[in-house]
Structures are given as structure tokens and as C-alpha cells.
């Protein structure tokens, strides 16, 4: 398998920059593993073969078993997840798959999310569900390949 081309954000320089977003992540008073499922979950969405499998790593890296890491396609039906992690995961789907319905991000989700993130934690789980997007359609687009990406 061969990428396409390099990611474009190598390409073009803006590595540290994007890095420096997603590290700020970090600062919302959110559990790293929280924020490594949320990444892998919208990873999961996206087909993102090279972020699905950096987001294992850094999830196990993190602590994170191999029992939630299979069972996060299905949290749902699942009981390995505590409710925050499960209103941070629908919230990460809902914003991922935002032109599946009418109301991108249901009143009853937000809220949810609300309930157990205050208004940093909210932004630390929002903008991680962004930067993956980004990082998914720029790896699936230019067809980026598993690797171990030193993080």
C-alpha cells in the first residue's frame, strides 16, 4: 500500500500548528482515555485506517484495555462505559455524522454532554471531534496507510 501523496498538513507545514490545537485538548479537565475513545469513535465513523489505529495505540498507551478499545463501535450495548464517556461518544457521533438528520446535534445529546462536562470539558470534547474529523478526511483522502506515528 502507498498513500496517495504525503498529508497534506506535512506537505504544507502545519503539523506543529494542528498539533498544538489538538494538544490543547488536553487543558479541559477531560480524561486523556475519554478523549482517545472520542478520537477513536469518530475515527471508527470516517474509515480512517490510519487514525483508528494511531487512536488504538495512544489508548493503550494511555491505560485503556483491549476489552472497551473492541467494544467501542458497540458502546451502546455495552456496559465497560461510564456515563460521561457515553454522552462524549454520542456527542462524538452525532457531530461526526451531521448530515445524517435534520438537527445535526439533538437538544437531548448536547445536554447529556452538558450534564457531565462543564463549559471547558465541552470544548476539550468538541474541538477533539474536530480535529479528528480533519485528520480523517485528510488521511482518508490522500489514503494514508497505518503506521506508527511516533506519538
Not at 21 to 50: E, F, M
Not at 73 to 96: C, I
Not at 117 to 130: H, P, Q, R, S
Request: net charge negative; glycine share 6%; proline share 5%.
Amino acid at each position: 500500500m502507498q498513500p496517495r501523496m504525503p498529508n497534506p498538513a506535512m506537505v504544507l507545514d502545519a503539523m506543529q500548528s494542528v498539533g498544538d490545537v489538538y494538544k490543547a485538548t488536553y487543558s479541559g479537565g477531560v480524561p486523556k482515555t475519554t478523549l482517545d475513545l472520542v478520537h477513536l469513535r469518530t475515527s471508527q465513523i470516517n474509515g480512517c485506517s490510519a487514525c483508528v489505529d494511531a487512536g488504538s495505540r495512544n489508548a493503550r498507551k494511555s491505560g485503556e484495555t483491549d476489552e472497551r478499545l473492541s467494544a467501542v463501535a458497540a458502546w451502546r450495548d455495552t456496559p465497560y462505559f461510564t456515563d460521561e464517556e457515553r454522552a462524549a461518544l454520542a456527542l462524538a457521533e452525532a457531530t461526526t455524522r451531521m448530515a445524517d438528520r435534520s438537527d445535526p446535534v439533538p437538544d437531548d445529546i448536547w445536554n447529556e454532554a452538558a450534564r457531565h462536562f462543564d463549559e471547558k470539558g465541552l470544548a476539550a470534547v468538541v474541538l477533539t471531534i474536530a480535529v479528528t474529523n480533519m485528520f480523517n478526511r485528510l488521511n482518508a483522502t490522500t489514503k494514508q496507510i497505518p503506521q506508527d506515528w511516533g506519538s
